[in-house]
């Protein structure tokens, strides 16, 4: 048992998860994590980004496979953990807890989506032709989403609206397709 302290660490998962199982049937899973902490100067009396720091994570059992089945490249993350070893400027850390950070992103839980259905892209339908004829149809209030650039389901926007008091739609929409807020 490792008496080393518990210690919490947010960063930005780099490359691919490499997962395996011993001999024993054990998964042990694998993967990279930068972080750059904030320092405050004091001289300049401002926050400013620290040093990076690079870590090895390793999880264990169902959290290497939860974790192998969820982190990609460029994933925001917050893991929980122990540090075993400091090598080549390089934190080796035993993870026991690990989460998605929710700073540039939505996640949605198997329990938090109502049906299968309701993460399918939303599809626009195509207008049909309009005669020569006829006036030009006036411009829709907001502009109907691409399935590409936008996969919430439907009932997203009047939950958000309805939910969450002061929620400013431009600037959620903004945030949400950031950089890194796949």
């Not at 030009?136 to 919430?152: C, E, G």
């Amino acid at each position: 048992m490792s008496t080393a302290p518990l210690v919490p660490v947010s960063g930005t998962v780099t490359g691919d998860v490499e997962c395996r199982i011993t001999e024993t049937g054990t998964v042990i899973a694998r993967f990279r994590l930068t972080a750059r902490p904030r320092e405050w100067d004091a001289r300049a009396r401002a926050w400013r980004d620290g040093k990076t720091v690079a870590y090895i994570c390793t999880v264990w059992r169902d959290l290497a496979r939860n974790a192998a089945e969820s982190l990609t490249d460029g994933v925001a993350v917050l893991v929980h953990g122990r540090v075993t070893e400091v090598r080549d400027s390089t934190v080796w850390f035993s993870v026991d807890e690990l989460g998605i950070s929710l700073r540039q992103r939505i996640a949605y839980t198997e329990q938090s989506l109502p049906s299968p259905q309701a993460a399918a892209p939303i599809s626009t339908p195509q207008p049909a032709a309009i005669p020569a004829a006829r006036p030009a149809p006036q411009p829709a209030a907001a502009p109907a989403r691409s399935a590409r650039t936008d996969t919430r389901p439907r009932w997203w926007e009047t939950e958000r609206s309805q939910g969450w008091p002061g929620f400013a739609p431009a600037s959620a929409d903004a945030a949400v397709r950031a950089p890194g807020g796949r």
